[in-house]
């Protein structure tokens, strides 16, 4: 036998129905696995069955779903992320053919448990899928009502054929439900494995609106709803644009009132105190430079005094008598003019 795509809708799925009833007396509701977008892609509308429409049919049905749990032997059909954000997930490998051992057994109870602990005061199900939704489904219902609940077997039995709209077809789930010891529930309120929450928000799974009939569209509904050359949106032709009243500025103006008080300038620092400067101010409002440690280059001189020639320019004395290095030229010139003579 040929191993199985992954890509490959299961054997017999569309022969079974996507979604059964609330199980009477329970919180367990029954379908078949939801099929991701990629695979809904190789089905015809009509046979179609994804987490949208699992959400779609418990609206029609009134209910809300609040955990899903996956007894799938593989993660190809679908993903946590592709649930609502409002639905809780769990997933249990349970092989397929075969009796569950007694920890599958185990798991599926504290799953179960743990979710009616926490959601006392609502009536969100519980929703369970194999492949088909039928026979690892209804054995794990089943056992849970049988065990738990203390259903007698044929009557367990009965109530998920009926409410699943499918019998159970495995003899061997039959004949451990029927005949077969009942499991122990000891550590069933203990917890097992977080609930995984879904990541899609709820908006994502409504479908589109539906396109507009074409003898209700006119040409407005061709144009963008805004001008790329505009901000906001613009205004219908039934709309007129009355202009706001603003005043005039282009009249003549009154001079600026400065007959009140000023506010005090900004950044003014305060005068130094007195004494902190050897200079005496030049002018009432005058706060001289503090003494400056290098030699100044030109004499401060006030307009209209007689010129004085600074002293970097005066000729200096040296301490020896002589005169400055000019004269001192002078002077032997002199000397040597007389002594040629």
Sequence with gaps: MAPKKKSAIPDRWTDYKALGKRIPGTRFIAFKVPLKQSLQKLLPPSKAFGPLDLMQLMEKEKQELGLIIDLTFTTRYY????????VYYVKIFT?????????TILCFKKAVRAFLRDNQSNDKLIGVHCTHGL???????????????????GDAINLFNASRGHCIERLNYLDDLRSGPRRSNEGMEQPDQEPV?????WNQFEPPPPPCPPHQRDSSSRQPPHSIHAWGPQLSSSQS?????MPNHTGPRAPPNHTGPRAPPRHTLPPPPQGMWPCRPLYPDHHP???CPYPESLPRYR???????????RSEVREDGEHSHRKRR?????????DRK
């Design 79 to 86: 993903q946590p992320e592709d649930l609502p954000d409002t």
């Design 95 to 103: 092989a397929g053919h075969e009796v569950p051992n007694d920890k």
């Design 135 to 153: 026979n690892r489904t209804g054995y794990l219902v089943c056992r849970y009502l049988i065990d738990v609940d203390g259903l007698e077997p």
């Design 197 to 201: 929450r879904g990541y899609a928000k």
């Design 241 to 245: 644009f009355h202009p706001r009243a």
């Design 289 to 291: 430079f503090p003494p």
């Design 303 to 313: 307009f209209g005094e007689a010129w004085q020639e600074p002293a970097a320019f």
């Design 330 to 338: 002078v002077r032997s010139r002199r000397k040597a003019h007389r």
